[in-house]
């Protein structure tokens, strides 16, 4: 039997979509840059102050002994929803920004030599290029970047994948060598929407001993995350883009690697020992989790996980293919738009420019209508200067989300079209 998917169910559980926006009902495609909270993910940060609020590992008292159950329970519910081998290998950060500065600072203390090679691609959230340019100044390591194809996927040769095309792949082939010591790239493009083969790829790099990191900000909310069944070493996302708080993100590491790597904060919580002389490391997650953590946002993350959970991702998955089917094949419709990212494996992410309208124009008459979507390069430059393009306007779906609501936006944005040209 087809799954089962109530969009007005779910709709339900979120208490901002009762909002008005210029008078009109609220329509939020703007998920890409943060999702909407479900009632139960506000509950649980705000049951947290209110009922058990304290410090974390510290006390001996009631409170304290609670929170830092509580916040256990999160990070447990984090591993069994990436499919982790071990809670300790969920670290908590601020977001997936400070995931990615976290792998790039400690790898690469831990790797990189002058003249090794750290490999991205074309496609990178500006969180997954500058920390490794960043990385590789500091040790005198090249940034190699995989380029683009026209269609936003990655030009680049993957056996795996080329045995099962029709035409052979004509791309990049010369990615590994002796020297690549790490390969950090997106699971999902946030401005393409693209779904790149990183499992694939991460194979070939395992091949060449080369480190793999994943930015997974995008790809969270919306595919099966299995970290052990990608193979990667690192797993970086963000609280906030998969219905839970602001703040708060994780970085799944691989325990081996996390063991051999040097902290990068110091401060209370990460320590065994100090003395005026020198410090000793606590174990794992504590070694990376220096300071006070974000307690309330870890303990809505840990409710949002559950929340995906309670549902079947497949149907919620299709539901949002839909969305990306209907907007696409509507967009069309209007004279001198082009979408740029047409891969064929994407999530509900529709990018587009329009002959003769700026991108900030449209967005701001669509914030008329109360229909919110992004607009200008989404902390993609190099990408937007791929395409020859200074921005788009980007729908970003959610499981919440209708076909009802994407017929609203194309009326709104070809009324505004008329407008501005
Ligand atoms: C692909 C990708 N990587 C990284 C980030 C950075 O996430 P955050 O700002 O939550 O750290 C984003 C945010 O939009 C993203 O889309």
Known sequence: MEPMFDVAEIRA???????LVHGKPLVYFDNGATSQKPRRVIKAESAYYATINANVH???????TKATEAQEAAREAIRNHINAKHAHEVIFTSGTTAGINLAATSLGQLLLKPGDEVVISGMEHHSNIVPWQLACERHGATLKVIPITES?????VIPALS?????????????FNERTRILAISHVSNTLGTINPVKQLIAEAKKHGTVTVVDGAQAIAHLDVDVQDLGCDFYAFSGHKVYGPTGIGVLYGREELLERMPPWQGGGEMIDTVTLEKSTWAKLPFKFEAGTPHIAGIIGL??????????DKSAMAKHEHALLQHATKKLLTIDGLRIIGTAKEKVGVVSFVIEGVHHYDLGTLLDQQGIAVRTGHHCTQPLMERFGISGTTRASFACFNTIEEIDVMITAAKKAVKMLR
């Open 58 to 64: 510290r006390g001996v008292h009631t409170l304290s």
């Open 152 to 156: 936003g996927e990655w030009d680049v």
């Open 302 to 311: 840990g409710e949002a996980v559950r929340w995906m959970e309670d549902y």
């Open 13 to 19: 559980q979120f208490p901002i979509l009762k909002e």
């Open 163 to 175: 045995r099962n095309r029709a035409t052979p792949a004509q791309g990049r082939n010369d990615i």
